[in-house]
């Protein structure tokens, strides 16, 4: 396996099965967060117990048990468990087609104007405890495998987007098939940056493959997530060496130029502006660490 085949097989992006259309994760927030990641799922956290915070690009909501976090596939994000009281939750991951196939009104909560957008849904709303008990109903199909529970789990998460559609409705339905446009566009463009995220790719090559002009490109990026090219692309390269850093034993020369960095001087700027710390240090203290680093 090359360097670049191992950068991508230690991507930790979640796989939904094609059995049951989702991918279900228990998992307890560590109290320091992460560099803001992204997936190319769909996300919704439950929280099971504990307290913790999610944090977008210019908000964050504080949670606590039986609130839900919605999070798309291309805003960044971040969480921790404040100390004390562990954080715990179930991840479910989807992708947007599965639930596309159906009804494609069903994306409205995950493609959303952000000025107007709330990712928390709060535990004292019926939606909220229709749709953990739904999450926790997944979980007990998944660990007793009875026949046909792939088809029943797929008709959850349908019910799930389908309640999630009603609560977002007023916050959604805005200009919302022009917004849709927009973010299928763009989707385009965030695959080829993830495809070749480790080449010297520009804004040029990637408003081609989304056969729009640069200019308009340029545009896109901060009108549907938030931030510009240029930011989401170093994120993902900064986020692709923290993984190969702890799970790989290649050398720090080979890590920044398999993630597309082209210079060294670059690659140690510009994670310890995002990290917080040097390569090596973060090297060493996740490599020591009891618990590997994951993104959620």
């Not at 949670?63 to 991840?91: A, M, Q």
């Not at 080979?254 to 082209?262: A, E, K, M």
Request: charged share 20%; hydrophobic share 35%; with cysteine.
């Amino acid at each position: 396996m090359n360097i670049i085949q191992t950068v991508d097989a230690i991507q930790n992006k979640h796989k939904p099965s094609l059995e049951t259309g989702i991918d279900l994760v228990p998992w307890t927030l560590p109290t320091i967060p992460e560099i803001p990641h992204w997936h190319d799922t769909l996300e919704i956290c439950y929280c099971v117990s504990g307290k913790g915070v999610f944090y977008f690009i210019d908000r964050q909501y504080d949670i606590t048990t039986g609130d839900l976090i919605i999070v798309n596939n291309v805003e960044r994000h971040t969480s921790k468990s404040y100390r004390g009281d562990p954080c715990s939750n179930l991840f479910l991951f989807f992708h947007a087609s599965t639930i596309e196939q159906l009804d494609y009104n069903l994306l409205r909560p995950f493609i959303y104007n952000r000025s107007r957008f709330t990712h928390k849904i709060p535990s004292h709303l019926p939606v909220a405890r229709q749709i953990g008990e739904l999450m926790l109903r997944m979980q007990e199909e998944l660990l007793a495998k009875r026949p046909a529970h792939g088809p029943l789990i797929k008709s959850m998460l349908f019910q799930i987007s389908s309640l999630l559609l009603r609560h977002y409705h007023v916050e959604t339905s805005d200009m919302w098939h022009r917004f849709y446009n927009k973010y299928a566009t763009l989707r385009t463009g965030l695959s080829y940056i993830q495809s070749h995220y480790h080449e010297p790719i520009s804004l040029d090559h990637v408003a081609k493959a989304m056969s729009l002009s640069p200019s308009r490109a340029r545009h896109l990026f901060p009108e549907v997530i938030g931030e510009g090219f240029k930011t989401y692309l170093t994120h993902l390269r900064v986020q692709a060496a923290q993984r190969l850093l702890v799970q790989t034993d290649l050398s720090v020369e080979d890590i920044l130029g398999q993630c597309g960095f082209q210079s060294a001087s670059s690659f140690y700027r510009d994670f310890q502006k995002l990290v917080k710390e040097t390569p090596l240090s973060y090297k060493k203290r996740l490599s020591s660490s009891e618990h590997p680093q994951r993104f959620t």
